[in-house]
């Protein structure tokens, strides 16, 4: 685990280090939203396993654009506007096929 940490804290540092770098939120958020896709994907498929409760131990990655608390809040009522606006709709959408199809593994 505490490599995990490390490197963590690396990508945390990195992507401070870019944005800080640039004033253009656009030229930078494209190297972050690798990491809030990451997220979602976790917690839609924890959600639909019946695990959300158990958002803080999944392996959620900082450095996107929406931090893991934000994100797990996010899936937990189901509105996306944290997010890109087409990272939102797709997020918005496979939650809403996720409660007529469960099976998280399919």
Known sequence: REVE???ERH???ASE???S???DARVTDCFSY???VHNLKLLLKAQALGRLGEGES???MAGGTVEPERAIKAVTDGH???YAPEIAAEAAQLSREM???VDPLA
């Open 58 to 60: 999944l392996p959620l």
């Open 11 to 13: 990508v945390r540092m």
């Open 80 to 82: 996306f506007d944290a």
């Open 5 to 7: 940490e490390l490197a």
């Open 21 to 23: 770098a640039s004033p």
């Open 99 to 101: 409660v007529v199809k």
């Open 17 to 19: 280090l870019m944005v």
């Open 34 to 36: 690798r990491y809030d």
